[in-house]
């Protein structure tokens, strides 16, 4: 299995444009996680998704933020509008329905830097 | 309100020690605990899970326990090489927050040859 692929690795863009980061979680995995890391407030859990389904959106910093994922092969999160204060390594999880999103283990992407200047 | 601290942002050891790595947790009642490796550049991976009813748990060079009632875990990496250098991260799921896992900052680890 190619594991948790995530597009674009880095992206760079100014502030106001819109940002989508992808995600492809492995297959078969049921449970879905976005998270943003920076060095400051290190890895914050923004949403999670259970068989397509967003489960918990607390995490999402403001109405800026938004995630989609219309099959289970598929997730997006989008930014729009994007401000400096964005600037993180956003990471896709994905993990299995025999472990559940608190028992198993998540299985990360190589995550997406984006800056926004 | 909840916090999970991680002992030192930085640890440095000389190869063939053991490099003991600290969580501690406040106003959390943990089910499960979890440690993560992550390289520069990489996402984190999984390394060990232990459960709130479990003291210890051991895989190969690696060791974990995890006190209730200290509120802390140690992560133990015995027999130290190299290799092991990189950013250790706990994580933990609350009883009351199933799927939200919530992660320390992490640990720097340099071990020197």
């Known amino acids: 299995d190619a594991g948790v692929i995530q597009s674009p690795r880095h992206e760079v863009t100014e502030m106001g444009q819109e940002v989508t980061l992808r995600c492809k979680p492995i297959?078969?995995?049921?449970?879905l996680f976005w998270y943003r890391q920076t060095m400051m407030r290190g890895l914050e859990l923004l949403i999670y998704f259970n068989n397509n389904v967003p489960i918990d959106d607390s995490g999402m910093p403001e109405d800026r933020f938004s995630a989609k994922m219309p099959n289970a092969s598929f997730s997006t999160l989008k930014i729009q509008p994007s401000e400096p204060r964005d600037s993180a390594v956003y990471f896709c999880a994905s993990s299995s329905p025999s472990g559940g999103p608190i028992t198993g283990e998540l299985f990360f992407g190589e995550g997406s830097r984006l800056t926004v200047l | 309100s909840q916090k999970i601290e991680q002992n030192s942002e930085a640890l440095n050891i000389q190869e063939g020690k053991t490099a003991t790595l600290t969580c501690n947790y406040t106003?959390?009642?943990?089910?499960?605990l979890q440690w993560y490796r992550q390289d520069p550049g990489r996402g984190p991976v999984f390394l060990l899970l232990?459960?709130?009813?479990?003291k210890e748990k051991r895989k190969e060079r690696l060791k974990v326990t995890f006190d209730t009632t200290l509120k802390q875990s140690l992560f133990h990496i015995t027999a130290s090489q190299p290799a092991d250098s990189a950013t250790y991260l706990c994580a933990l799921a609350a009883r009351r927050s199933q799927g939200n896992l919530i992660f320390g900052k992490g640990t720097k680890l340099s071990v020197k040859p």
């Open positions: 232990i459960r709130e009813n479990e």
């Open positions: 297959s078969g995995h049921d449970y």
């Open positions: 106003n959390y009642s943990p089910a499960y």
